[in-house]
């Protein structure tokens, strides 16, 4: 595969680099390496030694060889998060995830005596594997009260509802796979797909995607790699008309807005577009930063990831003794960050594919509230400085954040949206807060759902926490 490439950052928010979108111009480049610029010339990536190339190259691309592919592939994992979606469809989605990924199954489907949809996801699963060479997989259900339990029993309670089970959510799915993901210690780096794509061509190029942001940036210790898809047809009477995504045109151009007004935010150029995958279904990251982030629930979860990074990031900056309980949350509660001051470094990698993504029609409820939840996160956790002092001091003040909200309701309520402010996420700590090492005892022995597929091993975390 390679992709467009640009020497700097579009965004620069104290350690985190936010890259404006890169798109794939060729899927298949065999032994190709590195970066090539317009005169042929080709280098191993040293993010370190790149002063050399040609910054102002606007026909650099970046290539990734197809043995560099591989390996990252088998030390991926990817969550397949779904609901009642049709069986065949979800094997399709899970067929086109090359055979050397992990893939976890977070099913939410229906389950009762006379039509337990899970199990029909579970038996069409095994006999993909089989069929697939004896390939790895696990499944589990989000409702499994063994899982609500572990999460309960590790001091993380906003994850379960009042039955004592993990809550009908998305993010809170993606969440237990993350955790299930953390008890394959030879997994590097952990991804998501949605299970109602129809086109399973796209999901082998997203995979690839993830793998060439992750060796691109190989240097950095956490990469965050999110796809714009190349187009979103939607099928009218027969045919494709061209589309874009509803709710990602309206929070993507929110982000924007946001990285416009953000004091101390940095720029290379015009960062009016930066922001293109707000509402990224497909995205991945290393098992680092998946352990690190705070994960909101329900479909805040995946704008919110962009919020929790530029907290982190400023958090790490103005903290002198570590980043601890900035991440207060609108709930009252306060979730634990772990970077020490200075150490904060990550990456965020926009890559647009070439196929199409196609999926089955929405309805407007569903993409009102996907539009209010991702507006909700940038509403209530925007970024600052986490005392007074170091507001005034770097300029930071109330100014931004009261223009920023004031535009934003007075854009829902001519918009329909809504004359009150947007819901708040609903957010979990981060996994390596927790003690890992319980929540992975307890799954294994009360998680009746769980199944273990092919040549796969799960190991309890050794320590306390998700940092060894």
């Not at 990602?248 to 015009?270: C, D, E, H, Q, Y």
Request: charge should be neutral; aromatic fraction near 6%; hydrophobic fraction near 35%.
């Amino acid at each position: 595969m390679r992709v467009d490439y640009f020497f700097e950052p579009c965004v620069k928010y104290y350690g985190l680099a936010i890259q404006r979108v890169q798109k794939v111009v060729e899927l298949g480049v065999g032994t190709a390496d590195g970066l090539n610029l317009t005169e042929g010339s080709s280098i191993h990536v040293n993010l370190n030694t790149r002063g050399s190339a040609r910054a102002d190259d606007p026909r650099a691309t970046f290539a990734i060889p197809f043995d560099a592919s591989r390996d990252i592939e088998s030390k991926m994992v990817i969550i397949v998060p779904t609901k009642n979606e049709p069986v065949d469809r979800l094997i399709s989605v899970i067929g086109g995830i090359p055979s050397s990924v992990l893939v976890i199954l977070i099913s939410n489907s229906s389950r009762t005596s006379g039509d337990d949809k899970y199990k029909q996801e579970v038996d069409a699963l095994r006999e993909h594997c089989l069929k697939a060479g004896n390939r790895p997989a696990l499944a589990i259900h989000q409702r499994d009260p063994g899982a609500g339990e572990a999460f309960e029993a590790v001091g993380a309670p906003e994850m379960t509802d009042g039955d004592h089970r993990i809550r009908n959510g998305k993010g809170e799915g993606m969440l237990l796979g993350v955790a299930l993901a953390a008890m394959c210690p030879e997994r590097q780096y952990v991804g998501f797909v949605d299970s109602d794509n129809i086109i399973p061509g796209a999901i082998d190029e997203y995979v690839r995607a993830y793998a060439l942001g992750f060796y691109m940036h190989r240097e950095e210790p956490d990469v965050m790699v999110r796809i714009k898809w190349g187009s979103k047809p939607k099928p009218v009477r027969n045919r494709l008309e061209p589309s874009d995504g509803r709710s990602s045109r309206i929070v993507n151009k929110w982000f924007n807005r946001m990285f416009s007004l953000l004091p101390n935010a940095s720029s290379a150029g015009n960062a009016a577009g930066l922001m293109q995958t707000g509402n990224a279904g497909e995205h991945a990251m290393t098992m680092s930063l998946a352990l690190k982030l705070n994960w909101a629930g329900g479909y805040a979860i995946e704008p919110y990831q962009i919020m929790c990074l530029l907290f982190m990031a400023v958090a790490s900056a103005y903290r002198p003794n570590g980043v601890n309980g900035v991440n207060g949350l609108a709930n009252g509660r306060s979730h634990r960050h772990t970077h020490q001051p200075g150490h904060f470094s990550a990456k965020v990698v926009q890559i647009e594919t070439t196929n199409p993504h196609i999926h089955r029609a929405t309805d407007d409820e569903h993409i009102r509230g996907m539009i209010l939840e991702g507006l909700g996160c940038m509403y209530h956790r925007l970024p600052s400085p986490p005392s007074a002092h170091s507001r005034a001091a770097n300029g930071h003040n109330a100014d931004f954040e009261t223009q920023f909200r004031s535009e934003m309701l007075a854009f829902m309520e001519q918009n329909d949206l809504g004359r009150t402010v947007p819901p708040a996420p609903r957010v979990s700590k981060s996994l390596e807060s927790l003690d890992l090492r319980k929540m992975h005892s307890i799954m294994l022995q009360s998680c009746r759902s769980l199944e273990v597929i092919g040549p796969c091993r799960l190991v309890p975390s050794r320590s306390q926490n998700g940092r060894a």
